[in-house]
């Protein structure tokens, strides 16, 4: 049986998406970061899984069950960092994602039987990912120094969630799930 990844997320909507698009393009120009551009701009809501590919419509039919949710404001302030890789755009603290999240991990783990997020060392810290992984831990300090005292600031109201499937050189958006409440 042939396996993709799958992961679940917030997409932000334009011109926020394109506005940090254009800042994972310029740390690919300025730093040779790379890896950041094989992802949409995102937060995530529950970590890449694998799933059989032709079971990939039950997939979708279940998740549907996840999107009793109500619309909720998202606010990006900033950026941080997790050293040594990691340069992030900020969220003002949101206990509705929080909240959210956490329904999305467990109704993962209940229905899809999905037990790679529950992660304890590693507790949830929303964010959009703008440089990681080839980032050379000598250019984080250069990024991070230049980062640190950037602004950046957008807010946008959360209404769906998406299924994003990788294709084996990037993640690809697969489906998005609209609110039902």
Same mark, same amino acid.
């Given at each position: 049986?042939?396996?993709?990844?799958?992961?679940?997320?917030?997409?932000?909507?334009?011109?926020?998406?394109?506005?940090?698009?254009?800042?994972?393009?310029?740390?690919?120009?300025?730093?040779?970061?790379?890896?950041?551009?094989?992802?949409?701009?995102?937060?995530?809501?529950?970590?890449?899984?694998?799933?059989?590919?032709?079971?990939?419509?039950?997939?979708?039919?279940?998740?549907?069950?996840?999107?009793?949710?109500?619309?909720?404001?998202?606010?990006?302030?900033?950026?941080?960092?997790?050293?040594?890789?990691?340069?992030?755009?900020? =969220?003002?603290?949101? +206990?509705?994602?929080?909240?959210?999240?956490?329904?999305? %991990?467990?109704? /993962?783990? &209940?229905? @899809?039987? =999905?037990?790679?997020? +529950?992660?304890?060392?590693?507790?949830?810290?929303?964010? %959009?990912?703008? /440089?990681? &992984?080839? @980032?050379?831990?000598?250019?984080?300090?250069?990024?991070?120094?230049?980062?640190?005292?950037?602004?950046?600031? /957008?807010?946008?109201?959360?209404?769906?969630?998406?299924?994003?499937?990788?294709?084996?050189?990037?993640?690809?958006?697969?489906?998005?799930?609209?609110?039902?409440?």
């Amino acid at each position: 049986m042939i396996h993709s990844k799958y992961f679940l997320a917030i997409i932000p909507p334009e011109p926020i998406y394109s506005k940090v698009y254009e800042i994972k393009e310029y740390v690919r120009d300025r730093y040779n970061c790379k890896a950041p551009l094989r992802s949409p701009p995102h937060i995530t809501l529950h970590m890449p899984f694998q799933w059989k590919t032709q079971k990939e419509k039950e997939l979708i039919n279940k998740l549907v069950q996840a999107t009793k949710e109500i619309e909720f404001a998202i606010d990006l302030t900033g950026f941080g960092a997790f050293p040594p890789r990691v340069i992030y755009v900020d =969220l003002v603290p949101n +206990d509705e994602l929080l909240a959210l999240q956490g329904r999305i %991990v467990e109704f /993962a783990k &209940r229905e @899809l039987n =999905l037990f790679n997020a +529950d992660r304890k060392d590693r507790p949830y810290r929303p964010h %959009v990912t703008v /440089a990681f &992984r080839d @980032l050379k831990k000598d250019q984080f300090e250069i990024a991070w120094d230049e980062f640190s005292c950037r602004e950046f600031s /957008a807010s946008f109201r959360v209404n769906s969630f998406w299924l994003l499937k990788h294709d084996g050189k990037k993640w690809q958006l697969l489906h998005e799930f609209q609110f039902s409440e």
